[in-house]
């Protein structure tokens, strides 16, 4: 699978900001924004910053057609997606893609804009996992410098402490997954990802555990865990219980799911609904070492 990666972008190239899925204002994205021009870059304010459509940045149309104005519009050279939320699942098939695999430009966001990697994935164009104009601000320096490094075609190495319940090991694979109720959400779909022979990023938000379960259990009977090279899990923030308690934590959940596989699994990593939320390249393969004290993902390509 070869995937076709933009150029790393130079000082005045252009990146647009818009929303494809939750409404959000110009307030709210403005020290995005000025992160942005501080780095050297121009900035393209899509049409859908300060549209208001109940919970949307406008109506579905508006985020679609704000979408491929910067697909086609040869003077973007990446877009950053505002806002998470929901909705983005309601434009994607009215977008054509055909530019953006003729010109390759970054798409930048998590949460719900795993909708638009897991998408894009299926046409070998990658994207950056990474904060969103909303919550750079709340992001940590490394999480910053990491979405800077991404754009800029710099190396982009993680290290963090390993977890008690990780599986050791070492691999190498291409890079794909997301938000997991996304994920979820597009199994059985033309969006569904193939993970044969990559290594998987995991993240979620809010949820009970039960739904977890749910979730991890659909894309297991789907194969999604079976032939992986490896598997990340980021930050499991804000999980819930009944009154009745699950029995499991999500650590639980997944060494039992993974059991039978032979492959390394890291809990605990800077990926997701967490203000250390590393950019991650989806679509470049990776070499991911799980030791007794530290885990290591390279963030290069490897032969």
Known sequence: MNFNFPKPLQKGDTIAVISTARKVSLDEVFFGIQWIKKLGFKVFIGKTIGLVHHQFAGMDIDRANDLQLMIDNPEVKAIWCARGGYGTVRIIDQIDFLALQ?????????????????????????????????????????????????????????????????????????????????????????????????????????????????????????????????????????????????????????LDITAKYNYPVAFDAPFGHITDNRAVIFGRKLKLVVNDRTTVITNKSFT
């Open 102 to 254: 003729q010109n390759p430009k970054w798409l930048i966001g998590y949460s719900d804009i795993t909708v638009l990697h897991s998408h894009l994935h299926n046409f070998n164009i990658p994207t950056i996992h990474a904060p969103m104009a909303f919550d750079i601000k709340k992001a940590t320096i490394e999480a910053q410098t990491s979405l800077a490094n991404a754009l800029l075609g710099k190396e982009n190495n993680i290290s963090f402490p390993t977890s008690e319940a990780n599986k050791k090991g070492q691999s190498s694979g291409i890079a794909t997954g997301g938000n997991l109720s996304i994920l979820y959400s597009l199994c059985g779909s033309k969006s569904a990802i193939d993970t044969k022979g990559k290594i998987l990023f995991l993240e979620d938000l809010d949820e009970y555990l039960y739904h977890i379960d749910r979730m991890l259990q659909n894309l297991n009977r789907n194969g999604i865990f079976k032939d992986l090279s490896g598997l990340v899990i980021g930050g499991m923030s804000t999980m819930h219980d009944n009154t009745i308690p699950f029995g499991f934590n999500v650590k639980k959940m997944i």
